[in-house]
C-alpha cells in the first residue's frame, strides 16, 4: 500500500484518485473494436493493420534462433502430439516432444553504433543499421539463461539470466539440483569489441538472479559504471552464493528479499565487477523498518512469512535529473540517486487498478512519469472486449517537489482476440520537440504511439499490429519492446523477430514533428537509461512549435503568418536580420502570457529564432 | 476523425537472415568462444522437466480453482467495492493461470489431475471453468511420457508430508484459534493441501455475509494465497527442477503477483 503519502488506505488512495477525476472518469467503460481487432493470424503471414506507421522490414530469426518444433509452429506441435495420442491409443510408447515454448523468445533491445542488439532467451544477436535496406546480421551468440535483458557500454554488453538452467559457461547441462557451484544466476558481461571473438569476461551472481537492469554512469569518473539490477525470482541457496537468504526482515535481516544489487564495473577491468550494495529501497524512511512498503501487520492473518513488496521488477534512471523510477511489483516508486550506491526513496505511489508495476519511462522534462502495469504477466490475453480498460494499462504520473501523483490510465483502445497475448510493455520516448510522445510495445496487442502531453489526458496517435500467430490457440508471442533509435522504431517479436518500423504524418503528427524526431541522432542508446532530448537549432523544430501552437490555437495568426515565412527563409539560407528581432520579440511576448506547454513551446521557438538570427 | 489505414495482407518485407553470420557460443568467464552450428544453437534452448515440475503444476491447478470458488461466493455474499474488485482480478488471473498450467501439462503429454491426489472431498475444483476451451483431451498419463526418468522418485509427495515450511499457513484456522491437531483429525478440518482452506473453513465462509464475510474472505485468500508461496518453495528446492523456461516464468509471476495482492489484502483488511 502506499504507505508513506497521504493514502493510508486503499479507500484513500481509491477517494484520491476518484476526486482526481482524471484517472478514472474520462475512462470509457469498454473499448470498441477497430481495424486491429479481427485480422487473419499466422507466423510470417498475418494480417496487418497499420495506422500513421509504416513498417519498413521485418527480419525472421537467424539460424539458431528458430526452432520448427517449438512454440513458434503451434501447428505442427499440435499435429505431433495427436500423434503421439494415436500411438498411445495403440498401445505404443509416443515418442517425447522436442518442445520448449519461450526458449528462442526475442526480448530486450538496446542500440549502439548504429547497431541494434536483440535480447533472446538463449542469447542476443546484433544486427547492423546503418547500412542501406534491412538491418544485417553482424553477430550472434548462444548462452541460454532467459530472460535475456540487454544493455550496452563501449565494447561491453551486459545481460539478465535469472533461470535455475543458466550456466557459468554458457552450456546447459551437468548442473542440476538445488546447490551447484556451476549455475549462474546474475549478469553477464561480454566484451563485443571483436565480432569474431566475443567473450564473456564476468559473470555477477545475485541472489534472485537478474530478471532486468539499468545502466547508470558514475557521475564524474567515466572509468566506472554501476548497475541496478532488478531480480523478482526466487532466492538462490546460501550455499550456493553465500550472500543469500530469503525469509522476512523480521526474522531474518539479512534477508535477499527487499533490496536491489548496486553492481559497479571498472570499465578497465570489468572482470572485477561486483554487489557493492543491496540498497534497502522499500524501507520505511522514518522506522527503517526494511519492509516499509507494507503496513498490515496488525491484523493477526500474518504468518511468520508474509510476502510483501519486495523487488523492483524494473528501474529506469534519469542521471542528469538525479532521479530513478522504480516499478516495483505492487507500488511505483521514485528514487534519489545523486549517491548512486545509496539510492533513497523519494515517493511511492500505490493504485487499486495496478497489478504489478512493470517499468517506467520519464518525459523529457521528468515532470511526468508513465508506469505500465503487466497484468497476467504477458502470457494472458488481457485486451479482449471484457477487460477494464484501466487493468494492463498505463498508468501516468506527475512529479511535484519529489512526490509521484496517478493522473489517468491509457490501454490500448481497442480489442484484441482470445489468441492474442496483450497487455502494457516496454516502450520509450520519441523525440518530437514540444510534446511527450511515447512508442510502446504491447505484445500480440501490436505497437501504439501515445501522445501524453497533457497527463490527464492521453491519446493514441499512431499503430501497427498484426493477427495472432496462431488464431486457433494462444500461442505466446508478439513485441516484447518496441523503442525509438534514430529515426526509427524497433520491435523485438517474440517469435516473428526484428521489426522497423517508420513514422507516417497524419493530423496528429506533422511532417516537421517527424522530421525533427528523425533528425536526433544518438550514439548508445539504453532505454532504461534516460538522457535529456536536445534538439539542434533547425527549420524543422521551429515548424514543429508552429505546428503545434496552431492545433492549440496558442499563438496569433498574425504573428504565426510571419513567424512561417520567415522559417522557410532561413530554411533556404537567407536570414533577415530586421523581421528576425521583431518576431522574435513578438513571440517572447506572446510566451510571457501562455501558460503550460505553450508558454515553454513559444520560448522554445522563440529562442531558436534568435539562435538562427545569430547565424 | 479520418483513419488512414493501410491493410496489407501478407508480408512485403520479410527479409531472409545472412546465412554466412557464425554463431558463438563463449565459455565461462575468461575462456574463448566457439563457434556452433544452428541445429546445436537451437537444441541448447531446449529444456526438459520433472516428475516434481508436472505435480507442481497438477496441484497448483487445484489450488488455484478454490481461489476462483471463494470469489464465486464474494460476488453474492461481500459488501466492499475494494474486496469486490481486489476478488475480480485473482479470479481472472487464476482462471487464466490455470488454463496456461493445463496447456503446459496437456502439451507435454501429461495429465491435467494428479491421480494421487485424492479428490475425496475436494469440490467444484473446476468451478467456474465451464467457458473452459477443450481441454478434454487428455489421455491418460503412462507415468513417462516426455519425462525425464532419472527423478522419479516422489513417493509421499503426493500425499503430501506437512512441510515445516507450511507451519502456521496450512493450518491457519482463521477464526483466530488454532486448534491442535487431534488423534483423529474430523476430515472437514483437513485442507486438501496445505494453503488451501479446509471445507469446514469454505462451509464458514459460504455462510457469512458482509463485512464479515469481506474479512474472512480476505484472510482466507491472505493463507491460501501464502500456501501457493510455500508450494513454489517447495518445487525449487526438489532436484532438476524449475529448469523448463516456461514454468520458471510462471514461478516468477506467482512470487511477484500473489506477493502484490496478498499486500493489498492486507491493506483491505484495515478498511472492511
Known amino acids: 500500500m502506499t504507505l508513506r503519502s497521504t493514502m493510508l488506505s486503499s479507500a484513500a488512495a481509491m477517494a484520491v484518485l476518484f476526486t482526481g477525476a482524471s484517472a478514472h472518469a474520462q475512462q470509457p467503460r469498454a473499448f470498441e473494436p477497430d481495424a486491429r481487432t479481427a485480422l487473419a493470424g499466422g507466423l510470417h503471414d498475418a494480417e496487418q493493420a497499420a495506422w500513421n506507421l509504416q513498417l519498413e522490414h521485418a527480419i525472421t530469426p537467424p539460424p539458431g534462433f528458430f526452432d520448427p518444433d517449438a ?18 491409443e495403440r498401445g505404443e510408447e509416443p515418442p517425447a516432444p522436442a518442445f520448449t515454448p519461450l526458449a528462442l523468445s526475442n526480448t530486450d533491445l538496446a542500440f549502439a553504433g548504429g547497431r541494434v542488439i536483440v535480447g533472446n532467451y538463449n542469447g542476443f544477436n546484433i544486427y547492423d543499421a546503418t547500412v542501406d535496406g534491412a538491418p544485417e546480421l553482424a553477430l550472434s551468440v548462444v548462452c541460454p539463461g532467459g530472460q535475456g535483458d540487454v544493455s550496452v557500454h563501449g565494447d561491453l554488453l551486459f545481460v539478465s539470466v535469472e533461470q535455475n538452467r543458466g550456466r557459468l559457461d554458457c552450456g546447459t547441462s551437468g548442473a542440476e539440483g538445488d546447490v551447484n557451484p556451476e549455475r549462474f544466476r546474475g549478469i553477464r558481461i561480454f566484451d563485443i569489441s571483436d565480432f569474431n571473438a566475443p567473450r564473456q569476461v564476468a559473470a555477477v551472481q545475485t541472489c534472485r538472479g537478474s530478471h532486468t537492469h539499468t545502466l547508470l554512469p558514475h557521475p564524474s569518473d567515466p572509468d566506472v559504471l554501476y548497475i541496478y539490477n532488478s531480480g523478482t525470482s526466487f532466492v538462490r541457496e ?13 526474522e531474518n535481516p539479512e534477508t535477499a528479499l527487499y533490496s536491489i544489487d548496486v553492481i559497479k564495473v571498472q570499465l578497465s577491468a570489468p572482470e572485477e565487477a561486483a554487489i557493492v550494495n543491496r540498497p534497502r529501497i522499500f524501507a520505511d524512511r522514518d522506522t527503517g523498518e526494511v519492509a516499509g512498503l507494507w503496513r498490515g501487520g496488525r491484523f493477526g492473518v500474518a504468518t511468520q512469512r508474509t510476502a510483501q513488496t519486495n523487488h523492483c521488477h524494473d528501474i529506469t534512471v534519469y542521471p542528469e535529473l538525479n532521479l530513478a523510477a522504480g516499478a516495483c511489483s505492487g507500488n511505483g516508486i521514485l528514487l534519489d540517486i545523486s549517491d548512486p550506491e545509496n539510492p533513497q526513496r523519494l515517493s511511492d505511489l500505490f ?6 508495476w512493470h517499468s517506467a519511462t520519464f518525459n523529457n522534462t521528468g515532470d511526468v512519469v508513465v508506469f505500465t502495469d503487466e497484468w497476467g504477466g504477458g502470457t494472458a490475453p488481457r485486451c479482449q472486449a471484457d477487460d477494464p480498460v484501466t487493468w494492463g494499462a498505463n498508468l501516468i504520473a506527475t512529479v511535484e517537489d519529489g512526490e509521484l501523483t496517478g493522473q489517468s490510465f491509457f490501454k490500448l483502445p481497442t480489442v484484441q482476440g482470445a489468441t492474442e497475448n496483450c497487455v502494457a510493455h516496454n516502450g520509450s520516448l520519441i523525440p518530437v520537440p514540444g510534446r511527450d510522445i511515447m512508442v510502446q510495445s504491447w505484445y500480440q496487442g501490436g505497437i501504439t504511439v501515445m501522445d501524453f502531453t497533457d497527463p490527464e489526458n492521453p491519446f493514441e496517435i499512431a499503430y501497427f499490429d498484426r493477427g495472432p500467430v496462431d488464431p486457433e490457440g494462444l500461442v505466446v508471442a508478439g513485441y516484447w519492446s518496441a523503442y525509438w533509435y534514430n529515426g526509427r522504431i524497433y520491435g523485438a517479436e517474440i517469435a516473428r523477430g526484428l521489426d522497423v518500423l517508420r513514422l507516417a504524418p497524419s493530423e496528429h503528427l506533422s511532417p516537421s514533428e517527424i522530421a525533427a524526431a528523425e533528425r536526433v541522432i544518438e550514439d548508445q542508446v539504453n532505454p532504461q537509461t534516460q538522457t535529456r532530448i536536445t534538439w539542434e537549432d533547425h527549420p524543422d523544430v521551429a515548424r514543429s512549435y508552429l505546428d503545434q501552437l496552431a492545433r492549440s490555437e496558442g499563438l496569433d495568426a498574425d504573428i504565426a503568418g510571419r513567424a512561417r515565412e520567415a522559417v522557410d527563409q532561413w530554411a533556404q539560407g537567407r536570414v533577415n536580420a530586421r523581421i528576425m528581432d521583431r518576431l522574435t520579440r513578438d513571440i517572447a511576448r506572446a510566451a510571457e502570457s501562455a501558460e503550460g506547454r505553450d508558454h515553454a513551446r513559444l520560448t522554445a521557438l522563440s529562442e531558436v529564432l534568435r539562435q538562427a538570427r545569430a547565424g | 476523425m479520418v483513419r488512414l489505414l493501410l491493410l496489407l495482407a501478407g508480408v512485403a518485407a520479410v527479409c531472409a537472415p545472412s546465412e554466412a553470420t557464425p554463431i558463438f557460443q563463449p565459455g565461462a568467464p575468461g575462456q574463448p568462444s566457439r563457434e556452433i552450428a544452428a541445429d546445436e544453437a537451437v537444441a541448447l534452448s531446449r529444456s526438459s522437466f520433472v516428475e516434481a515440475d508436472v505435480i507442481f503444476m497438477q496441484h497448483m491447478i487445484v489450488h488455484h480453482a478454490q481461489a476462483v470458488e471463494m470469489v464465486a461466493l ?30 503446459w501439462l496437456e502439451q507435454r503429454g501429461q495429465a491435467a489431475d494428479d491421480p494421487n491426489l485424492s479428490h475425496g472431498h475436494h469440490h467444484g475444483a473446476h468451478a467456474g471453468l465451464e467457458d473452459h476451451t477443450d481441454h478434454a483431451a487428455h489421455h491418460g498419463h503412462d507415468g513417462h511420457g516426455a519425462r525425464h526418468s532419472n527423478h522419479s522418485d516422489h513417493a509421499g509427495h503426493g500425499s503430501h508430508p506437512a512441510h515445516g515450511a507450511h507451519g502456521g499457513a496450512g493450518e491457519h484456522a482463521h477464526h ?37 464475510f469481506d474479512r474472512l474472505f480476505l484472510e482466507g ?12 518453495d ?17 514461478l516468477s509471476h506467482v512470487v511477484s503477483d500473489q506477493s502484490a495482492e496478498i499486500l493489498r489484502m492486507q491493506s483491505l483488511l484495515s478498511d472492511v
Open chain 2, 234 to 250: 517447495d518445487l525449487i528446492a526438489r532436484p532438476g527442477s524449475a529448469q523448463d523456461p516456461q514454468l520458471s516464468d510462471f
Open chain 2, 221 to 232: 485468500m491472505i493463507v491460501h494465497h501464502q500456501g501457493a508461496l510455500d508450494m513454489v
Open chain 2, 74 to 103: 464474494l460476488e453474492t455474499r461481500g459488501a466492499h467495492d475494494g474486496v469486490r474488485r481486489l476478488g475480480e482480478r485473482i479470479a481472472s488471473n487464476q482462471a487464466a493461470e490455470m488454463e496456461m498450467m493445463r496447456t
Open chain 1, 71 to 88: 512454440l513458434f509452429y503451434p501447428r505442427a506441435f499440435r499435429e505431433a502430439m495427436e500423434a503421439a495420442a494415436a500411438a498411445r
Open chain 1, 351 to 356: 493504485d487499486p487498478d495496478m497489478a504489478y
Open chain 1, 238 to 250: 546460501g550455499d550456493e552464493l553465500d550472500i543469500c537468504s530469503a525469509g522476512q526482515p523480521e
Open chain 2, 176 to 212: 483466530g484459534h488454532q486448534t491442535p491437531a487431534p488423534v483423529a483429525p474430523d476430515p472437514g478440518d483437513t485442507p486438501l493441501m496445505p494453503g488451501m482452506l479446509s471445507p469446514n473453513q469454505m462451509a464458514a465462509l459460504a455462510a457469512a455475509y458482509g463485512s464479515e
